[in-house]
């Protein structure tokens, strides 16, 4: 459907055509004609993308959907995890594709510091921390035997996919010392 500019642009080449032709004026500003006008600026306006929330119930049935066993599902799920525990958005991460990885922009395994009690993870790059004029470290804590425990999930995918420090956060099978296989937006979207 055309836009409201575009209808009132055609209502007043219709207004020019009728005074051109010697006939009245086209009603285009009634009372009528301006509500519907409004109605279909209404209909037309922008809808943004409504996100629902990501809730310890939605992520304890997205993990009965996942076979832990498997590195790649353990592998999202990891990633999940942190990103829930931190607040941190996809592009911190993983990056968006297997080519534009930046250890400045994208969490590296040693952006993620094992402890007893949890991880500490830092962030370089953010959308608010764009200049790396400052570093941000977020501890995360361990929710010891529960399903959702971040630092449990991720003790285990770097168990089951060992890495270099320099590496990327979250591996997938494949990988190797020359060639890493790793987790990226379009990967973590599917």
């Known amino acids: 459907m055309k836009s409201p500019a575009v209808i009132s642009q055609y209502l007043s080449a219709v207004n020019l055509l009728h005074r051109m032709h010697g006939l009245p004026p086209c009603p285009a500003t009634t009372f009528e004609v301006q509500q519907t006008l409004r109605g279909i600026k209404k209909s037309l306006a922008h809808q943004p993308r409504v996100r629902h929330p990501l809730t310890?119930?939605?992520?304890?049935?997205?993990?009965?959907?996942?076979?832990?066993?498997?590195?790649?599902?353990?592998?999202?799920?990891?990633?999940?995890?942190?990103?829930?525990?931190?607040?941190?958005?996809?592009?911190?991460?993983?990056?968006?594709s297997s080519a534009r990885f930046d250890p400045l922009k994208h969490l590296s395994r040693q952006d993620v510091l094992l402890a007893h009690t949890g991880l500490l993870v830092t962030v370089t790059w953010s959308k608010t921390i764009q200049a790396n004029e400052r570093?941000?470290?977020?501890?995360?804590?361990?929710?010891?035997?529960?399903?959702?425990?971040?630092?449990?999930a991720y003790r285990k995918m770097i168990r089951t996919l060992p890495g270099n420090p320099s590496d990327p956060a979250f591996l997938l099978p494949g990988t190797t010392n020359a060639q890493p296989n790793f987790l990226t937006t379009s990967k973590f979207d599917m």
């Open 135 to 152: 570093t941000v470290s977020i501890p995360v804590l361990a929710i010891p035997h529960h399903p959702l425990c971040p630092v449990a």
């Open 56 to 96: 310890p119930e939605v992520l304890l049935t997205l993990r009965s959907h996942l076979n832990l066993a498997q590195p790649r599902d353990l592998t999202l799920w990891s990633a999940i995890l942190l990103a829930f525990f931190t607040y941190l958005r996809k592009s911190n991460l993983v990056p968006p």
